[in-house]
């Protein structure tokens, strides 16, 4: 069983940054491909990046050049660095492996990108 825990969302003016964490449970996590999702109000969740063990990733065309995944295996934690954030970015972001495990959603965090 793994637990999710995502934090680090808020309120942000475009332009702005904000850095998302994921803490995980379980030894699982540093062997499999953790994702970043988001969910904006009225719209699927998507996906928005996502880091293998190894550290190779790959991004939504929507975020690539803004935003950076990366991960710790030994703290069992990923996290999303967001920059440039515009008013599209707004929404509910969760961590979860990539094939997605849906018993895995956390609560997520919200980032609401407002002038």
């Known amino acids: 069983q793994v637990q999710f825990v995502e934090s680090g969302g808020g309120l942000v003016q475009p332009g702005g940054s904000l850095r998302l964490s994921c803490a995980a449970s379980?030894?699982?996590?540093?062997?499999?491909?953790m994702a970043w999702y988001r969910q904006a109000p009225g719209k699927q969740r998507e996906l928005v990046a996502t880091?293998?063990?190894?550290?190779?990733?790959n991004y939504a065309d929507s975020v690539k050049g803004r935003f950076t995944i990366s991960r710790d295996n030994a703290k069992n934690t990923g996290y999303l660095q967001m920059n440039n954030l515009n008013f599209e970015d707004t929404g509910v972001y969760y961590c979860?492996?990539?094939?997605?495990?849906?018993?895995?959603w956390g609560q997520g965090t919200q980032v609401t990108v407002s002038a």
């Open positions: 979860n492996f990539h094939p997605v495990v849906p018993i895995y």
């Open positions: 880091i293998t063990s190894s550290g190779t990733t």
């Open positions: 379980g030894s699982i996590f540093r062997i499999l491909v």
